[in-house]
């Protein structure tokens, strides 16, 4: 029968636990010196360790012949408990026996003396899951046992037990294995299993395993299958990653506002039949590699990247004010726990998310806000927003030492046909978006919003904008000063970009002007 890598490869003495020398170090030393507890408390995330250095111990305490603390494997103790024979190793899971009858079985069986080896061990796995009355049972138990019984308790939530038996238990906390000690693991593993496995896949395997080595090589097994080699992308396709490539496509899309790949993006996923919690939870992740790199002087410390990797996620990171960071993080965690609502169509709240990432204006929250006012501090400093003075008061840079809309110099006419054309020779493209910038002036103005809603707008190829109304009185209401930074800040929040005073031209249309079907047609395919 077919026996899983990771039971076959589960350590069988102290110096071959990985990652956890703080603890085998200690364990070994009372091994040596045949001083052990009476109760020990494993504790700890799942796959560290736990249960492996509980059957250790267990062999080490009824070992006949110790070799420098870890147990011989040769003696009859050892070969009892390594096959599972001996009666004086209980181990007992306490997430399916949890109650108090469970306990009370054990309290009344401590006080006979081993029937074959030198201590009765009781191995009691996930001990949180017990009731208190079972608890309360055991308590007096842990707290004088018999000289010949020794208690391994071994739990992934330690916060759920009892202070008064946390107390009466030597502690051991088992940390996550760290990444290049899951890849050394991995590929000692591969090489005796004659399995090619890559580097650069060891290294996805041990982060996929977040520090758990049960979970790293029940990974290697399944990228295993069928004896083909173990490269990056066995390893995505077998797991069902998209790759940070992909998220990096993603995050630079989000930066640009470019929904089509945003978009492309999600239907890949979809049509890939990949999770997109999954990719979702990858996106988390990749965020939180940009906010270490964005808040903190010695990154690489906090992030287990490659150099390759490392200077994207800078790149990426630099695209990005920290408010920025901190805004889209909540709208990620916000649409994975609607994900894991029963009936959510997980499609269409990434899709929605991502959507309101691209344009903060859509979102009234507090983090949206703070991104937005951080964005505005950063033009007044850079001086891509002049402050207008005061009563009194006079700046450095003002609209009087700008030059006027008609002095900006416009680029010569170039020998292909434009779209839209003037007699003044300026190139003139159809804005955009125009019914947009209408909409968010009439959120605030109503009045200003009749104006321009009657009116057209062009794009020239300096980055200028033209807005040309039908009549006189319509362009003098907007010519105001209030109406016209209204128009203005409308402007630079569809176009993204700062539209300054001398950027916007405000005219009258002539009658010749009028907008002609080719002018519509042209339009209608900017748009």
């Known amino acids: 029968m077919h026996q899983a890598l990771y039971r076959k490869w589960r350590p069988q003495t102290f110096d071959d636990v990985c990652g956890q020398e703080h603890i085998t170090s200690i364990l070994r030393y009372e091994a040596e010196h045949r001083s052990f507890s009476h109760a020990y408390l494993f504790c700890g ?19 006949e012949a110790p070799v420098n603390g870890n147990p011989c494997g040769v003696c009859e103790a050892c070969r009892a408990i390594d096959s599972g024979a001996a009666t004086d190793v209980l181990e007992m899971d306490a997430a399916s026996n949890n109650g108090v009858d469970n306990i009370r079985d054990i309290r009344d069986e401590v006080v006979y003396s081993p029937s074959s080896l ?14 208190v009355s079972a608890f309360n049972a055991l308590l007096k138990t842990l707290e004088e046992p018999p000289e010949h019984v020794v208690f391994i308790l071994a739990t992934t939530e330690l916060q759920k037990l009892p202070a008064t038996i946390i107390s009466r238990c030597q502690r051991f906390d088992f940390r996550r294995i760290s990444t290049e000690a899951l890849m050394s693991r991995l590929t000692y593993i591969a090489e005796q299993e004659k399995i090619v496995l890559h580097p650069d896949a060891a290294r996805m395997l ?12 029940s990974l290697l097994e399944l990228c295993a299958g069928g004896q083909r080699e173990i490269t990056p992308e066995v390893v995505a396709e077998s797991v069902g990653l998209t790759g940070r490539e992909a998220m990096l496509r993603t995050v630079n899309a989000v930066a640009e506002c470019d929904y089509d790949i945003l978009f492309s993006q999600i239907d890949e996923v979809v049509k890939s039949s990949k999770d997109i919690s999954v990719y979702w939870q ?8 940009m906010l270490v790199v964005k808040t903190t002087k010695n990154a690489a410390a906090y992030l287990d990247l490659t150099d390759h990797e490392a200077a994207q ?40 998310t991502l959507v309101r990432m691209c344009d903060e204006a859509l979102d009234t929250s507090a983090e949206a806000m703070l991104s937005r006012i951080a964005h505005l501090e950063e033009q007044i400093l850079t001086g891509a927003v002049v402050r207008k003075p005061q009563t009194g008061e006079s700046l450095v840079t003002s609209h009087a030492e700008q030059p006027k809309p008609a002095e900006v110099a416009m680029p010569a006419v170039p ?29 605030s103005a109503p009045m200003d919003a009749s104006f321009v809603k009657a009116a057209r707008a062009f794009t020239l190829e300096n980055g200028g904008v033209v807005v040309r109304f039908d009549n006189d009185f319509g362009m ?14 409308a402007l630079s929040a569809v176009l993204r970009r700062e539209v300054g005073d001398r950027m916007l031209t405000m005219e009258v249309a002539g009658k010749s002007e009028a907008p002609s079907v080719i002018d519509e047609i042209i339009e209608a395919t900017e748009d």
């Open 313 to 352: 996620i800078i790149e990426a990171a630099d695209r990005f004010r920290k408010e920025t960071l901190l805004y889209h993080c909540k709208l990620l965690e916000d649409a994975l726990f609607s994900m894991q609502k029963a009936n959510a169509v997980k499609r269409i709240v990434a899709e929605m």
């Open 282 to 289: 990858d996106l988390i992740s990749l965020y939180r590699d």
């Open 118 to 131: 030198r201590y009765r061990v009781y191995i009691i796995d996930e001990v949180h899951m017990l009731s």
């Open 476 to 489: 003098r209401m907007m010519e105001r000063d209030d109406s016209r930074d209204r128009l203005r800040a």
């Open 415 to 443: 020998q292909k046909a434009a779209p839209v054309s003037s007699a003044d020779k300026r190139i003139l493209r159809p804005m955009r978006n125009w019914m947009e910038v209408v909409e968010r002036i009439s959120r």
């Open 206 to 217: 041990a982060k996929l395993a977040q520090g758990g080595m049960r979970d790293a090589i």
């Open 45 to 63: 995330s799942r796959g560290t360790g736990k249960t492996t250095c509980a059957k250790i111990l267990s062999k080490v305490v009824n070992c």
